[in-house]
């Protein structure tokens, strides 16, 4: 038979096993999907410099139309996790946030007015056995050929006529113009 205070020595020690053991996981997961967003961030730049360069923004959005969900499934597909991109006003309708992901981008517009800088604004949650994570995108001079207040009157037909509810235009420089978002199940062998 155990004592007592066998027993409450096994439960601390469980404790201390297991606290530290919740933590590193939940710091794994998140850099886990911190480089996922790296990754996506990173083709998806290298992919649009090089179209503008060869073909100008005409050539890019059609480029963009076709390699960003394209980009983002192969990454998904290769490290079983889901990563894409949303925004509170989207090009694509396929990417409209749900409501975590709306709440979130909304935290960080307010973020970066009270002065936090767009490269530190990331979320996370554990949702539904998933660990979920945002990381905002800022706008840059480049992004407001396709996405700044006034577009050229060839690339606006362009994109009206692939996204004809296109809503992600008016955005200035330091505008958070979306978000990267990754989901990592957590419990997929239980
Ligand atoms: C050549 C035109 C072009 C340029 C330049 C461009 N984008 Fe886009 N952007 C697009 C198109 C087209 C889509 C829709 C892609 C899709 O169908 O998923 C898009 C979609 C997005 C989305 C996904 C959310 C949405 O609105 O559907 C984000 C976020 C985004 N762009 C950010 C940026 C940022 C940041 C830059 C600058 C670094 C940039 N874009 C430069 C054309 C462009």
Same mark, same amino acid.
């Given at each position: ?11 601390m020690l469980l404790? %201390?096993? &297991?606290?530290?053991?919740v933590?590193?996981?939940d ?8 480089s996922?967003?790296k ?12 179209? &503008? ?7 890019? %959005?059609?480029?963009?139309? +076709?390699k960003?969900p394209e ?12 990563v894409?991109?949303t925004?509170?006003? +989207?090009?694509n309708?396929?990417?409209a946030?749900?409501?975590w992901?709306k ?9 970066l007015?009270?002065?936090?800088? +767009? ?5 996370h ?8 994570? &945002?990381?905002?995108i ?15 009157k060839q ?11 296109d ?5 200035? +420089?330091?505008? %958070? ?6 989901? %990592? ?6």
């Amino acid at each position: 038979m155990k004592t007592l205070y066998q027993k409450n020595l096994l439960g601390m020690l469980l404790f %201390i096993l &297991m606290v530290p053991n919740v933590h590193a996981s939940d710091k794994a997961l998140k850099a886990q999907a911190r480089s996922s967003a790296k990754d996506l961030g990173s083709s998806l730049k290298q992919e649009l410099q090089k179209s &503008m360069k060869e073909g100008g923004p005409i050539a890019a %959005i059609k480029v963009c139309n +076709v390699k960003a969900p394209e980009i983002a499934a192969q990454i998904s597909q290769t490290k079983g996790i889901r990563v894409g991109r949303t925004a509170l006003r +989207v090009r694509n309708p396929n990417n409209a946030p749900d409501a975590w992901e709306k709440t979130q981008l909304e935290k960080f517009i307010s973020r970066l007015a009270s002065g936090e800088p +767009v490269g530190k604004l990331d979320a996370h949650v554990i949702q539904n056995g998933e660990f979920r994570y &945002m990381k905002a995108i800022g706008t840059q001079g480049v992004c407001l050929k396709c996405h700044g207040a006034k577009l050229s009157k060839q690339v606006h037909e362009t994109i009206q006529s692939l996204y004809p509810q296109d809503q992600a235009t008016g955005f200035a +420089v330091g505008d %958070i113009r979306g978000a990267f978002t990754i989901t %990592i199940p957590m419990n997929k062998n239980e």
